[in-house]
């Protein structure tokens, strides 16, 4: 098995990160607001989440071995995978009529 479960762990981990913004009316999904969360606040906790999963990610892949030195087309990378991952809690929040 070796890397499969870390790397399973921090895809789920992205995908529940990257959809919290919009389904969690508090901020950071702890702390309660006294207004609705704006589409820029929303942006930002994404961004921050995406920071926290980065961070889980580099701590699993320093527990595995050696950690791979990375370029800026990595984070490129990632960072519109994780707002691809974030495309179901947008559409829920913003696109999809609710009754």
Do not use: C, D
């Amino acid at each position: 098995m070796g890397q499969t479960i870390p790397v399973w762990l921090v895809v789920l981990v992205s995908l529940l990160a990257a959809n919290l913004p919009f389904m969690s009316p508090r901020f950071m999904a702890f702390y309660g607001l006294k207004e609705p969360k704006s589409l820029s606040l929303r942006l930002l906790e994404l961004v921050l989440w995406y920071f926290i999963a980065g961070a889980l990610a580099l701590g699993l892949e320093h527990r595995g071995g050696q950690i791979a030195p990375q370029g800026w087309e990595f984070y490129a990378i990632t960072g519109t995978l994780f707002i691809t991952f974030a495309f179901p809690g947008f559409v829920y929040r913003y696109l999809f009529k609710l009754r």
